[in-house]
């Protein structure tokens, strides 16, 4: 267990709809990573979220957004769903900061678009 | 651009060693990573180099990395059936784990008896 948690664990949306995922980061870290992975691919970097403020994204469009809480906890949301949105979202949780320290990966939320 | 790219599938016999072999474009990368993925599971980071490395050993894990090729490898000895995984290489840039990681498709590592 890596005390990243992320809910729901499963969810299915319509075309169109909108959708909010969640991850609560390990205790201490204050940086959360979100990926999407679809099926058969490693995860692609959505964005990061550094103290509240984001801190890079991926190739990704706007309909993706997110935000970030006092305490560091994150939501991803995805407006105007599609159905290649189906997919893995993986949140990671680490200490942001020079040096290298370990990215923590919650069990991720299985989005299914129909 | 960054690219990750490794083989897709790798079956070995119980006991013997396995090599996922993996290459990435970025030269500028500062760490690089391997991660296991279980089904229905997270990714677990097993190891990681620092790019001014060439090697590193860490009880049946061996990472190579020739950063004149670009190429990495993985070496898991005495393979077990829980060794079954999909493994990720993976690098990133900049000193800090904050920057984003670039993993590649996996490569789906299958144990014979």
């Known amino acids: 267990e890596t005390g990243v948690t992320q809910s729901p664990t499963h969810l299915i949306k319509t075309r169109g709809q909108q959708v909010t995922l969640r991850c609560s980061s390990q205790s201490g870290h204050n940086t959360v990573s979100w990926y999407q992975q679809a099926l058969g691919q490693g995860p692609q970097f959505i964005f990061q979220y550094y103290r509240e403020e984001e801190n890079g994204r991926g190739n990704f469009p706007p309909r993706f957004s997110g935000l970030q809480f006092p305490n560091y906890s994150s939501e991803l949301n995805v407006n105007a769903l599609e159905l290649d949105d189906s997919a893995l979202y993986l949140c990671a949780s680490s200490l942001g900061g020079k040096g290298l320290t370990e990215a923590f990966f919650g069990q991720g939320t299985r989005l299914t678009v129909v | ?113």
């Open chain 2, 1 to 113: 651009g960054e690219d990750v790219e490794q083989s897709l599938f790798l079956s070995v016999r119980e006991g013997d060693s396995s090599v996922i072999n993996c290459t990435y474009t970025d030269s500028s990368s500062t760490y690089l990573y391997w991660y296991k993925q279980e089904p229905g599971a997270g990714l677990q980071l097993l190891t990681y180099i620092f790019s001014n490395m060439d090697m590193k050993q860490d009880q049946r894990l061996t990472v190579l990395l020739n950063k004149k090729d670009k190429h990495l490898s993985l070496r898991i000895a005495d393979t077990q059936t829980g060794d079954s995984a999909i493994y990720f290489c993976a690098e990133s840039t900049g000193y800090s784990s904050a920057s984003k990681i670039i993993f590649g498709s996996g490569t789906r590592l299958s144990i014979r008896p």
